[in-house]
């Protein structure tokens, strides 16, 4: 009989001889693999008993702790597609995921319950339980009566482990379906290229509802069998504290550059380490250099979408060359191709695609989408610019989409500007993104109001509050008679980006 290829076998599955390992340092307390093991069947327990079956979607919109991770391998053990929100998400944002994903169950904090379970009712989801950062709540109680042995569910491997959602040009985000196979095969070549063994220990301070936070960083430390220390959020002093105890850190750039801020990051404190690894929004030089100058490494940096996992990275051994994004992982194909569908010469720019057992099967119920989201040949077009030098290194030189990337968190303005064209008094709104030293960028909105209209920008922003996560709440909004269009009418916002980095100063 073949092997079972659920992720969680990846991770746990028949390895006995690291049982007794410290698996997670959460808090004050540290959880062997078994403990992992047990906590997690608890939960599936719980979840088997709910009645939820293999296939049915399960919506995490709770905070970050140890729990998460339980109720994550919990999801995989029991064969449920895991649905992870980030928690900051207002009612208006949950309602659409709930009604486009139909989970069978939401699990939600104590304190957003009320607002869950009238966002559940109208999306027709039976099942509303409760799981907070201290490890209580309605589900927590239930698992904590629940037995610890549980049969993983058996895969063959294209079962769908996981539906994340990132969203688009319209505004309205789509789910990307993972399966266990996409998300085994990108996790075990990770673990390969950066070298993890059992003794590694990487600090945990990203976020368990993006590919980076729940893939590659929690990924390849139990895939390895390594060790993390799992932080709330990001606190660049907390880290520097942690730093000698520890052999790696992943993080988005504004990371580098909120520790390169701090007092303490010295090549002393770095003596443990053996790796800083980075992604997820590009790497400015300048933090690169000023990095490896301070402290003796060379981050590296690797490129990936959620739609993907990882496709390119640069290596452990050889050459991480700033601003670059490294070459393909050895099982993946990246292609660029020009505006003339043909691959261009090596410096030339065009899209990147990318095809390998990591690539995603489709976008959720979304035929017509996906029948352009890939190519005949099976690549995906991942809607980013790049280039490829000579020694085979691709940089990453733009988007096609029109995307904000703000401190390591993707932002579609036309969700904003649809909220913002809603609002009493605007005429019409563009939002982009500009440069900025804390979150590579921040988001700006240029409004054009009626003519007999004065609009308060603290009015405009306490109304966008009610409808969107803080993160996509535009820092400057700026008044303006016209917005500047090209001859087919059409709004440029590369001109507006333009103008606004030159003549806005930074925020401090
Ligand atoms: C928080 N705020 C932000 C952001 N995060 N504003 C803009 N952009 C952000 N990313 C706002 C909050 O709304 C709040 O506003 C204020 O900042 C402070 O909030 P706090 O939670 O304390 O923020 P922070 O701790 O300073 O967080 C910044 C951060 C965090 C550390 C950069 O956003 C972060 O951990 N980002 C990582 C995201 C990530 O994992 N991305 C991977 C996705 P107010 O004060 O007004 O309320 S991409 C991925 O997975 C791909 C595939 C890949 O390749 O990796």
Redesign the pocket.
């Known amino acids: 009989m073949h092997q079972n290829r659920n992720l969680f076998s990846c991770y746990l599955q028949g390895k006995e001889e690291r049982h007794d390992k410290v698996a997670v340092y959460a808090g004050n307390r540290d959880y062997s693999y078994a403990e992992l093991a047990d906590q997690s069947a608890r939960y599936a327990n719980a979840l088997v008993d709910l009645g939820v079956t293999p296939g049915d979607r399960l919506c995490a919109y709770i905070d970050k702790s140890i729990d998460n991770v339980f109720l994550y391998l919990a999801s995989l053990r029991a064969g449920l597609v895991y649905q992870p929100l980030n928690p900051?998400f207002q009612p208006a944002e949950v309602d659409y995921y709930l009604a486009d994903a139909r989970p069978a169950l939401v699990v939600c904090s104590t304190t957003n319950e009320n607002r869950v379970r009238a966002a559940a009712e109208r999306a027709d989801v039976k099942r509303v339980l409760t799981l907070d950062r201290d490890g209580s709540g309605t589900l927590a109680a239930r698992a904590n009566s629940a037995p610890t042995d549980f049969s993983t569910c058996w895969c063959d491997g294209a079962e769908l482990a996981c539906l994340l959602y990132s969203s688009g040009t319209t505004g309205k985000p789509k789910g990307i379906k993972l399966s266990h196979d996409n998300l085994v095969a990108n996790v075990s070549t990770l673990v390969d290229l950066w070298g993890f063994t059992p003794c590694d220990v990487l600090i945990h301070a990203?976020?368990l509802f993006?590919?980076?936070?729940l893939f590659?960083a929690l990924g390849c430390v139990l895939t390895a069998g390594a060790s993390l220390r799992l932080l709330e959020?990001?606190d660049a002093g907390e880290i520097i504290g942690l730093l000698p105890e520890t052999t790696v850190l992943m993080g988005?750039p504004?990371?580098y550059t909120r520790l390169l801020k701090s007092p303490g990051l010295t090549r002393d404190v770095c003596s443990s380490m053996r790796l800083f690894i980075c992604?997820?929004a590009p790497l400015h030089e300048n933090t690169f250099n000023q990095f490896r100058q301070q402290t003796g490494h060379a981050i590296l940096e690797r490129?990936?979408?959620?739609e993907t996992g990882m496709s390119t990275s640069n290596p452990l051994d050889g050459e991480r060359k700033a601003g670059a994004v490294g070459k393909p992982l050895p099982d993946v194909l990246v292609k660029i191709e020009g505006d003339d569908g043909n691959e261009v010469a090596d410096d030339g720019v065009g899209e990147i695609l990318v095809k390998g057992p990591n690539v995603f099967s489709g976008y959720w119920q979304l035929d017509d989408v996906n029948r352009n989201a890939f190519t005949e040949e099976g690549y995906f077009r991942t809607g980013d610019l790049g280039e490829r030098d000579a020694d085979g290194y691709i940089r990453i030189v733009g988007r096609a989409k029109d995307m904000i990337i703000?401190?390591?968190?993707?932002i579609y303005p036309k969700e904003i500007e649809q909220c913002l064209d809603r609002i009493e008094g605007v005429s019409e709104s563009a939002v982009v993104g500009v440069d900025d030293a804390d979150?590579g960028e921040?988001v700006v909105a240029v409004l054009v109001t009626a003519s007999d209209c004065r609009l308060d920008k603290a009015d405009i922003v306490a109304e966008l509050k009610t409808q969107l996560a803080?993160?996509k709440?535009p820092r400057q909004i700026f008044f303006v008679d016209e917005l500047p269009r090209n001859t087919m009418g059409k709004v440029q916002k590369n001109k507006l980006r333009e103008t606004l980095n030159e003549c806005i100063p930074e925020l401090s």
């Open positions: 900051v990203l976020p993006h590919v980076h936070g590659v959020k990001f988005v504004t990371f992604g997820s490129y990936g979408t959620s703000s401190g390591g968190e993707n979150l921040r803080g993160f709440l």
